[in-house]
T-cell receptor, first 111, second 114 residues
């Protein structure tokens, strides 16, 4: 039972490159989220999707786009990576009761 | 504005001693309240949650938390800390019910000394 799977686990990019972080869940949850974690900042919400077909901005959406491909998958895209986007990214899901289940994280470094 | 505050960035506790981690929120009504724990290099794991009812809630790993409406607080406690409790702890709130994301505090790092 995988739960929430994020790929890749590690990635190094050069400034200006693009990439997509993938998130897939097998929990049949409606809601999915992307957070970033930076030292001393806790977790900050980038985007979320309350249900298939909907997405909404969170606290720090600039420089990111998302796609809720289907109920299982929620991807996060960096179109032109910047050093300020160096972070650990977490995907999470919930069934609507606000209890989040997190993936293991994706560590991104932008040089 | 809605916010979550964890006043302590880093706490060191001796093994076997009691622990209390503080969390305060700013909101006009009672939010849904959570504590998560993150071990180094890992994702976040739910310790406990409060939605309504009894203001003292029990969680996993021997943790408990008490909701105090008058103080807008949801402090996490453990009577006897083990070395394996060393981790980062996050308080989180949801300010309304369905489909909304959690807002996290900045976290408290717990070190356990022998």
């Amino acid at each position: 039972n995988a739960g929430v799977t994020q790929t890749p686990k590690f990635q190094v990019l050069k400034t200006g490159q693009s990439m997509t972080l993938q998130c897939a869940q097998d929990m049949n949850h409606n809601s999915m989220y992307w957070y970033r974690q930076d030292p001393g900042m806790g977790l900050r919400l980038i985007y979320y999707s309350a249900s298939e077909g909907t997405t909404d901005k969170g606290e720090v959406p600039n420089g990111y786009n998302v796609s809720r491909l289907n109920k299982r998958e929620f991807s996060l895209r960096l179109e032109s990576a910047a050093p300020s986007q160096t972070s650990v990214y977490f995907c999470a899901t919930s069934s609507g009761a606000n209890v989040l289940t997190f993936g293991a994280g994706s560590r991104l470094t932008v040089l | 504005a809605q916010s979550v505050t964890q006043p302590d960035i880093h706490i060191t506790v001796s093994e076997g001693a009691s622990l209390e981690l503080r969390c305060n929120y700013s909101y006009g009504a009672t939010p849904y309240l959570f504590w998560y724990v993150q071990s180094p290099g890992q994702g976040l794991q739910l310790l406990l949650k409060y939605f309504s009812g009894d203001t003292l809630v029990q969680g996993i790993k021997g943790f408990e938390a008490e909701f105090k409406r008058s103080q807008s607080s949801f402090n996490l406690r453990k009577p006897s800390v083990h070395w394996s409790d060393a981790a980062e702890y996050f308080c989180a709130v949801a300010f309304n019910q369905a489909g909304t994301a959690l807002i996290f505090g900045k976290g408290t790092t717990l070190s356990v000394s022998s």
